[in-house]
């Protein structure tokens, strides 16, 4: 049923629609960050290095999402090395093709979802560049 519904995407993105909830609501996992299949480095100096090693984001019919990545630290201060994760959570909107994640956080932030060849991208700055996120089966 899950291709079913990604077809449905894919046709109403091809032929101008806008996006409708039942096509966006479910999980997501990870498949590149910035360019890369995970693990990958997104923090590298003498004083630290983050390693990415995986990541999800769900989409729930209530109109909110969570996006959690799973990273590993090596960091001597002010943290001690292992394994951490960090979160954006909050609502979504539909804009036309467009998911827009309203993170809350100080400051909030919106960040402009797309549908790229069926998966997910998220743009999440220069940190991380664009993650794209591919629907679980």
């Not at 079913?4 to 993105?13: D, I, R």
Request: charged share 15%; proline share 8%; hydrophobic share 40%.
């Amino acid at each position: 049923m899950r291709h079913c519904a990604w077809l449905s995407v894919a046709l109403s993105l091809a032929c101008g629609d806008s996006l409708q909830p039942a096509e966006v609501v479910g999980g997501y996992s990870l498949t590149t960050i910035g360019g890369h299949a995970p693990p990958s480095i997104i923090v590298d100096n003498p004083d630290c290095r983050i390693t990415v090693t995986g990541g999800s984001l769900t989409i729930t019919p209530k109109q909110r999402f969570v996006l959690a990545l799973q990273e590993v630290m090596v960091c001597p201060t002010p943290t001690a090395p292992g394994e951490v994760a960090e979160e954006w959570l909050g609502t979504y909107s539909l804009d036309n093709e467009a998911v827009i994640l309203h993170a809350v956080g100080d400051p909030s932030l919106d960040y402009g979802a797309t549908f790229r060849s069926g998966q997910l991208v998220v743009p999440l700055g220069a940190r991380y560049g664009d993650l794209v996120f591919a629907p679980d089966d």
